[in-house]
T-cell receptor, first 116, second 113 residues
Framework: AQSVAQPEDQVNVAEGNPLTVKCTYSVSGNPYLFWYVQYPNRGLQFLLKYITGDNLVKGSYGFEAEFNKSQTSFHLKKPSALVSDSALYFCAVRDGGSSNTGKLIFGQGTTLQVKP | EAQVTQNPRYLITVTGKKLTVTCSQNMNHEYMSWYRQDPGLGLRQIYYSMNVEVTDKGDVPEGYKVSRKEKRNFPLILESPSPNQTSLYFC????????????FGPGTRLTVT
């Protein structure tokens, strides 16, 4: 069965510092991995995805994520955090070995707090 | 404007009173899905639809029904709501299946007393 874990409920970082939000996954086939962000009182917005190819994926708002197959991880990163990055971040996975499935598994979410 | 709309945005109801939450998208997307968001549990998929007339269960389908009679609409039906279905619900759509970027609606906050 596929699963996603976000080991940190909250990440605190000072504005201008680099940030990392962690995600690990478990699937039986090749993973399709996603990051979504939820700003207060809003729906979720797509940030980036990994399907295949380069392990470093670049996305919206200066975010990037690194796919590490050996560690089954897909950590979200940004070189310099902004206060406006404060939000709830979700990692998600789809099992690429199940080509016809529409199932998508989300992690429990990590709150990112960027302080001025 | 490309969007996913949900109605109602807020709903307070009583146990056992049937309700429907509507979801509509104007992007001609094939794939649609319903999720519930609960504190500490993240998003959990209820049902999804790969295309018209094709629906399947997600991880938490118990107590819910869906139908996909037309491409743009994907209503979520609670035949006999219970307090444990109190949650924030999101509808989402994507072009084909969830490998593609999903567009989310604004959410429906449901309270069942």
């Amino acid at each position: 069965a596929q699963s996603v874990a976000q080991p940190e409920d909250q990440v605190n970082v000072a504005e201008g510092n680099p940030l990392t939000v962690k995600c690990t996954y478990s699937v039986s086939g090749n993973p399709y991995l996603f990051w979504y962000v939820q700003y207060p009182n809003r729906g979720l917005q797509f940030l980036l995805k990994y399907i295949t190819g380069d392990n470093l994926v670049k996305g919206s708002y200066g975010f990037e994520a690194e796919f590490n197959k050996s560690q089954t991880s897909f950590h979200l990163k940004k070189p310099s955090a902004l206060v406006s990055d404060s939000a709830l971040y979700f990692c998600a996975v789809r099992d690429g070995g199940s080509s016809n499935t529409g199932k998508l598994i989300f992690g429990q979410g990590t709150t990112l707090q960027v302080k001025p | 404007e490309a969007q996913v709309t949900q109605n109602p945005r807020y709903l307070i109801t009583v146990t056992g009173k049937k309700l429907t939450v509507t979801c509509s998208q104007n992007m001609n997307h094939e794939y649609m899905s319903w999720y519930r968001q609960d504190p500490g549990l993240g998003l959990r998929q209820i049902y999804y639809s790969m295309n018209v007339e094709v629906t399947d269960k997600g991880d938490v389908p118990e107590g819910y029904k869906v139908s996909r009679k037309e491409k743009r609409n994907f209503p979520l039906i609670l035949e006999s709501p219970s307090p444990n279905q109190t949650s924030l619900y999101f509808c989402a759509s994507s072009w084909r299946h969830p490998v593609y970027e999903q567009y989310f609606g604004p959410g429906t906050r449901l309270t069942v007393t």
